[in-house]
């Protein structure tokens, strides 16, 4: 377990999107600080190119440099929003290998923590960033506690969704936006999925490209090899008349796999969602509808 303790450095950096000025995470680096940490802002946490925080040497330099630091010992994101898999190429896995520390992040952010989990073997954690997360200046309960847990190194379980398929497995957990995960198919960044546990959310999308993304990820090397399923909430789809539903998706999906799966887990992107380890040793229970974290 990665335990971060009072005192700690921690590195405020913007691997994706751009967001300009401290205003927008004032009230994120003084829940940081509240918790007894001291954030390390990134030298180009403000630089903005396009869309983007910067350019991508700009941004992974950034990166690279908090892993090469040892007083750090988090990587907290700023914003997702894009531009996450763009920097892959840039970092140096070597360093990050030998210097581990947890990146937090949501989103657009899971491309870099998937390709520090495969190159590196790096937990990280999944489902806060610090410009989304703090709605009306104040942060969800749930995913407070989340968060915190794991910046303990506790384990905990979580009881939510419904089942789609029954049975138990154990298996290290992969938890990415879908859109993101099909912008990393067919690199040498996209996750090993087999002995996995994969988790998949997503926003604003229409009925007809979740449905295609599913099929694409079905297509990748070692998916008959995954050990469970879980699926998120797919916020904001929507559809036109002859796309069908989202279960007509999802069964479309798992039609040729009775691997055990669940759905609308509360992971995604919703005011409140759980927090989880990157990369941890899960056990699922779709029966109970139950995830445990079992190690990270």
Do not use: W
Not at 30 to 37: N, V
Not at 99 to 125: E, M, R, T
């Amino acid at each position: 377990m990665y335990k971060l303790q009072k005192g700690d450095k921690v590195a405020v950096l913007a691997p994706c999107g751009q967001i300009g000025s401290v205003e927008k995470i004032q009230y994120a680096l003084d829940y940081l600080k509240s918790l007894g940490f001291e954030p390390v802002l990134g030298k180009n946490v403000f630089n903005t190119y396009r869309y983007m925080a910067g350019t991508d040497t700009e941004r992974a330099a950034d990166i690279n440099q908090a892993f090469a630091d040892r007083e750090i010992k988090a990587v907290f994101c700023v914003r997702a929003a894009a531009g996450g898999t763009r920097i892959l190429p840039y970092i140096n896995y070597e360093t990050a290998r030998l210097n581990p520390k947890p990146v937090i992040g949501f989103c657009d952010n899971a491309a870099l923590q998937i390709a520090l989990y495969q190159k590196s073997d790096i937990i990280s954690y999944n489902g806060f960033v610090m410009s989304y997360d703090f709605k009306n200046n104040r942060l969800d309960s749930q995913i407070k506690s989340d968060l915190e847990k794991l910046l303990r190194g506790e384990t905990f379980s979580v009881k939510s969704g419904e089942t789609l398929h029954s049975g138990v497995a154990k298996g290290k957990l992969i938890c990415c936006n879908l859109s993101v995960l099909t912008k990393m198919a067919g690199t040498p960044y996209f996750p090993d999925l087999n002995g996995k546990i994969l988790l998949i959310e997503d926003v604003h999308e229409k009925i007809h490209k979740i449905d295609l993304m599913l099929q694409q990820l079905k297509q990748q090397p070692d998916f008959e090899k995954l050990q469970g399923l879980i699926l998120g909430q797919f916020t904001d789809s929507n559809c036109d008349a002859e796309d069908g539903h989202l279960d007509d998706c999802f069964n479309d999906f798992l039609q040729d796999n009775l691997m055990p799966a669940v759905k609308n887990f509360d992971f995604g992107h919703t005011v409140s969602r759980r927090v989880l380890p990157q990369g941890a040793e899960v056990r699922l229970n779709a029966d109970k509808t139950l995830l445990e974290i079992l190690q990270y």
